[in-house]
């Protein structure tokens, strides 16, 4: 059950002009799911994307970036597969997400460097060509809808419920669109994206911005979020701007720069928050902010150190106030000068230690309330600096154990 | 149920003359068991100790480093709890920390700075003082059995056995005995111990050479093992040499330096690796060594990424050798110029992955035969260099997050 994640509603959700969607079931691991999913876009699109950094990264993370690279500003189609990650699958893992490129390419009459593969699902088996290439030319037989609902179920693995959202603003005479979708559950901690999520605009955004917004947005978005520590060999990012709307952003300071901007962040902010949510059985959403760092990377470091610590995890999914387990997470998060008597934490609105201890007002009985919901707060304050960062992560409980030891059977 | 941790049998525990063992039941946190320990040592002895990098150590480990500096060369005593951690206590809990050692001077007619206080259990709570320096004075009573069992229940918290082992060496005429204690269970990723080991000799050894076999040893055991990531509050590793056996080691050539570092290594490694078998939950024992890495930082990064990983944990519980977790995490250590085709994987000898992806010759059958084992050696090599090093861990199981969900209930 995901923690306070609504189910998409098919309605709520707006196509983009200028992006076609098509879906397919494949039976690439499981059969009679949607499993291939194919985005094609207009001929004026700009795609940018952010790629992981494990060094171990799939097959198709490669492909994309080469294609990203000798297709700059032509990229014609997305494909996506479920069931199979292409990762750890060596110089044949190239050649069939090559192929499948090639596929995808010869049904819309493009070249296969203007599409971009990805895949997710189980590491070290090899993609079923025959399956995935029937699966392909069904997808693009399906082209025409614009359908993110199905879109959103054609990428899930061991998520339990689609994730997809749409935002709409409008400046001036004109509008804007922007509708996304993200899977995740396991294998999150995206030194810079999900595993996968795909968001189109039908706004027009130059190439050098949205670049650099697409780094922007997975800062502030799916770079948060972590539900194992685990960053996968295949996340991926991706941003499309097809620019067959009206509205038209070369650089920030445009007329409706700034609200394009904010509605792109808000679907970001949702998609990777979602994943969260959606975690391997997750039962609590866990903000932690930490403030009054000497700089970015130790305020990054103590709240990561939090966000991954097995017993922090696993008292969050207990509801027990056992928050010295917090304390000892900042305490080896290696931040060797760090003075204790100046750290303060904060459970909700519930000040629970100060000066190295226990605040001398903390009643077990405040923290235990607050541990019982399923939305919490967690504030520390290390008394050094003025930065500050903020990561979602979510609970351990029995079912991401039973969840990751039954997965591949 | 530990993995292959036989119970320690009463009588192949060896006395260690200079050492006197007194214990008894205070209960601090449950009624009726052992949790106060108390070691004597002979007025010759010589104690040496590796303490937690947590910089939201406890209070005594803070008291621990006064008294090893002002007292150095005369530590008299040593005085352990289990049930409450005195961390995250403030300025009380050094006065109480402090006060617990000046009842044990009093008893033993010593000073309060000759004396060593050891706490382990929950975080954030103060000692209960009345009952804890009863049971002070009840184990200074007890003292004069020389009986290691007794201690090692003394100290045990989610342990589900006392772990205690003893080691005799012959040095021509002369012989020399080493005993050990440890616990552990979670929050175990000692950056230098587990939560506590004591180990003890009867052997004279120089002050300089102690305090730098204590670290060689703490490198080559406690260092090397994690349940789950969490460094203590209250990691301590204490050896103390007593001097009133005939054996007296000044240098590293000196006669039977060699073999007595030996045994004290054995002693060191059994009780680090008594540690991960007791793990919470554990259901495996898995050695992880690191081969051809540049130098012994990234060679440590790649362990610690595999061992620290909750997906490649969960897989070892399940027995299923989803083993491009394991790549995964290989590709996540931050190694950032890893070049994956000259990764190779191995099971105990079972060659799993080359050239960026699966062995050849691998067939699933083999690698699930070696992961039904309790035993388990993964062995990695980077292709990078001569560096090596060894990291012994456990798996992620139900019952980890079922001890951790209820700890304190």
Redesign the interface.
């Known amino acids: 059950m995901p923690v306070n994640l609504a189910l998409p509603v098919r309605e709520a959700l707006l196509p983009v002009a200028g992006v076609d969607i098509g879906t397919a079931r494949a039976a690439i691991r499981k059969p009679d799911r949607r499993d291939v999913l194919v985005l094609r876009l207009a001929p004026s699109a700009q795609v940018a994307a952010v790629l992981t ?5 799939a097959a198709p993370v490669l492909v994309c970036r080469e294609h990203l690279q000798s297709s700059a500003g032509s990229i014609r189609a997305l494909l996506v597969n479920t069931g199979c ?1 292409n ?7 190239l050649v069939n997400a090559r192929a499948s490129c090639a596929s995808v390419a010869t049904e819309l009459e493009c070249a296969p460097e203007q599409v971009l593969p990805f895949s997710t699902g ?4 090899h993609l079923p060509m025959q399956r995935l290439l029937a699966g392909v030319t069904a997808a693009c037989g399906d082209l025409g809808r614009s359908d993110w609902l199905d879109a959103a179920q054609a990428i899930m693995t061991t998520d339990t419920q689609p994730k997809a959202i749409s935002r709409q603003i409008r400046v001036g005479a004109v509008s804007a669109t922007v509708s996304g979708i993200s899977k995740g559950a ?2 999150i ?1 995206p ?1 810079m994206a999900t595993m996968l999520s795909f968001m189109a605009t039908d706004a027009s955004i130059a190439p050098p911005l949205l670049q650099r917004w697409v780094r922007e947005l997975a800062d502030a978005s799916f770079n948060r979020v972590t539900v ?6 295949n996340d991926s990012f991706v941003l499309a701007a097809s620019g067959v709307g009206g509205l038209r952003i070369e650089r920030d300071t445009d007329p409706g720069a700034a609200e394009l901007r904010g509605a792109l962040l808000e679907v970001a902010q949702w998609l990777a928050q979602a994943v969260v949510r959606d975690g391997e059985g997750a039962t609590k959403f866990i903000s932690l902010r930490i403030e009054s760092a000497r700089n970015l990377d130790e305020a990054s470091a103590v709240a990561y150190a939090i966000a ?4 922090v995890k ?2 969050f ?2 509801s ?1 106030p ?4 917090i ?6 998060a290696g ?2 000068d ?1 003075d ?2 100046r ?1 303060d934490l904060w459970l909700d609105e519930v000040h629970v ?1 100060t ?4 605040h001398p007002a903390y009643r077990e009985e405040d923290g235990q309330r607050v541990m019982r919901q399923s939305e919490i707060a967690v504030r520390v304050a290390l008394g050094r600096g003025q930065a500050a960062t903020t990561v979602w992560t979510c609970d ?3 079912d ?3 969840i ?6």
Not at 122 to 125: A, D, M, P, T, Y
Not at 355 to 358: A, Q
């Open positions: 950094t494990n060094r171990f990264c990650a990762a750890g699958t060596g110089a044949q893992g189980v590491i070290l088996e396991g294998m901690r030194n194992d520590g685990d960053t996968s060999t991954h610590s097995p017993l696993t008292a999914f207990a027990d056992n928050l010295g387990r304390l000892a997470a900042v305490g080896y931040i060797s760090l204790v008597n750290v230690a000066g190295g201890g226990r351990l409980s029995h991401y154990v039973s990751n030891a039954d997965y591949r059977s």
